[in-house]
């Protein structure tokens, strides 16, 4: 089941690049608020070049927008569709929240359980899209990885 009618494919490709636009607009929106100031911890030998956090988002966010698109596009189950948007809200909210908790408020204890509880959603947005578009679910493998790294980096400052 699609949930937009597209009577021209003009059409299709504004929605999906709105799509990759908002996902890219609302992930970065709590580091342009909050910022991302990095001077009040120690930084782990592994810590990447800051230029790096941009990029690599940017990346990432437009590969969830795509694969929204797919999901939200797709003729399938309309209740595993509906499961897929779900699952994606709920992962993207944790996402969104966790800049405030780390660099916010700058708890890493408050990041590293926003960051779990992100890592368990990403893994059910990954099974629930695959159930409706398998390219949607591959898509948001490396945003898996991402976050796996992050987890990582997060307990080291952390426990640093």
């Not at 949930?3 to 580091?31: H, K, T």
């Not at 100031?37 to 782990?44: K, S, Y």
């Not at 948007?85 to 992962?91: D, E, H, N, T």
């Not at 629930?128 to 898509?139: G, H, I, K, P, S």
Request: hydrophobic share 65%.
């Amino acid at each position: 089941m699609s949930y937009i009618n597209v009577d021209r494919p003009g059409r299709e490709a504004l929605f999906a690049v709105a799509l990759v636009v908002a996902v890219n607009a609302l992930g970065a929106a709590p580091s342009l608020f909050v910022g991302a100031d990095t001077t009040w911890f120690d930084r782990p030998w592994f810590f990447p070049p800051t230029i790096a956090f941009p990029v690599v988002w940017t990346l990432l966010f437009t590969l969830m927008g795509v694969a929204l698109y797919l999901v939200w596009r797709a003729e399938a189950d309309a209740r595993d569709t509906r499961l897929a948007l779900v699952a994606f809200a709920g992962q993207f909210a944790l996402n969104v929240a966790w800049t405030p908790a780390f660099f916010g408020l700058q708890r890493p204890g408050l990041g590293l359980v926003i960051i779990v509880l992100l890592w368990v959603a990403i893994v059910a947005t990954i099974a629930a899209f695959d159930r409706v578009d398998r390219r949607a679910a591959l898509l948001l493998v490396p945003y898996l990885a991402w976050v796996s790294f992050a987890a990582v980096l997060n307990y080291a400052i952390y426990a640093g």
